[in-house]
T-cell receptor, first 116, second 112 residues
């Protein structure tokens, strides 16, 4: 059981380039999300999806696109990379935990992106 | 507008002593609170949580306390161990809401 798999682990981009960060989960979770972690800022929500074909914006969506064609995959696209997008990106999937009355999250190991 | 705040960026504690990590929130709609632990080059992992209907939840060495009137929660680790050295994030969500709002994190260092 792999959980949440993110690729690549590291990436360096030039300003203006585009790329896609991949995220796949094998737990059949309906909900998936993308966060970015920056020093002194914690984790901030970029985009999320409550199921295949449904996506919505989070706190910091500008410069990013997402799609959810399958339950398993939730790629994050950078349209035209900017130095401000230098960050560590985490993908997460979650399910409704009836015992805890909350969503249980599993995070991927992250993608460290540098835009020069 | 930081709805979840961790005012201490770092904390150092002697091995065997108690570690206390604090978290404040401003959104009274938050119903559920969680603590995540994060090692370098890894994703956050769930540690412990508490519902707003409780004021304390315990799991082994970890206890979370919630003071709703003060909009404050704290994580106690007793006794602290070297493997507890990590960054700890406080997070909150509304009831039935899939979105988490994270604090800025506290780096805990356990001194042997």
């Amino acid at each position: 059981n792999a959980g949440v798999t993110q690729t690549p682990k590291f990436q360096v981009l030039k300003t203006g380039q585009s790329m896609t960060l991949q995220c796949a989960q094998d737990m059949n979770h309906e909900y998936m999300s993308w966060y970015r972690q920056d020093p002194g800022m914690g984790l901030r929500l970029i985009h999320y999806s409550v199921g295949a074909g449904i996506t919505d914006q989070g706190e910091v969506p500008n410069g990013y696109n997402v799609s959810r064609s399958t339950t398993e995959d939730f790629p994050l696209r950078l349209l035209s990379a900017a130095p401000s997008q230098t960050s560590v990106y985490f993908c997460a999937s979650s399910y409704w935990d009836r015992g805890r009355r909350s969503y249980g999250y599993t995070f991927g190991s992250g993608t460290r992106l540098t835009v020069v | 507008d930081q709805q979840v705040k961790q005012n201490s960026p770092s904390l150092s504690v002697q091995e065997g002593r108690i570690s206390i990590l604090n978290c404040d929130y401003t959104n009274s709609m938050f119903d559920y609170f969680l603590w995540y632990k994060k090692y370098p080059a890894e994703g956050p992992t769930f540690l412990i949580s508490i519902s707003s209907i409780k004021d304390k939840n315990e799991d082994g060495r970890f206890t979370v306390f919630l003071n709703k009137s003060a909009k404050h929660l704290s994580l106690h680790i007793v006794p602290s161990q070297p493997g507890d050295s990590a960054v700890y994030f406080c997070a909150a969500s509304g009831f039935g809401n899939e979105k988490l709002t994270f604090g800025t994190g506290t780096r805990l260092t356990i001194i042997p």
